[in-house]
């Protein structure tokens, strides 16, 4: 009858709490297209894509056959510039609409 070995306990690092970088809590002005889908007030680019994916699922905007791709309605064709873009995309195409 073999004998179980002790499990090894994981040594455990104090816990600090995380800062989030300056440069990304940093409010930027949504250019006028943009404006239009999430607000004209500096906003955290964070913010930002958030506001945009409440659009878009309020506006059932993203692709019934595969959810990754989103379709561009009036308000976000002048942002992405086309008719759909994918998710990974997006933040790309709305990073220009950020200064």
């Known amino acids: 009858m073999a004998t179980a070995k002790p499990a090894a306990k994981k040594a455990t690092a104090a ?7 300056a440069a990304f809590m940093k ?5 006028a ?3 239009a ?17 409440d659009y878009i699922k309020a506006h059932k905007l993203q692709d019934t056959a595969n959810k990754r791709m989103i379709n561009a309605d009036a308000k976000l064709k002048p942002v ?5 873009v994918s998710m990974f995309e ?7 609409h950020l200064k």
């Open 15 to 21: 816990k600090t709490s995380r800062q989030p970088s």
């Open 27 to 31: 409010p930027l002005t949504p250019s």
């Open 33 to 35: 297209q943009l404006a």
């Open 37 to 53: 889908v999430v607000g004209a007030a500096p906003m955290p680019r964070t913010e930002v894509v958030k506001k945009l994916w």
């Open 80 to 84: 992405f510039g086309k008719d759909q």
């Open 90 to 96: 997006m933040t790309k195409l709305v990073s220009a």
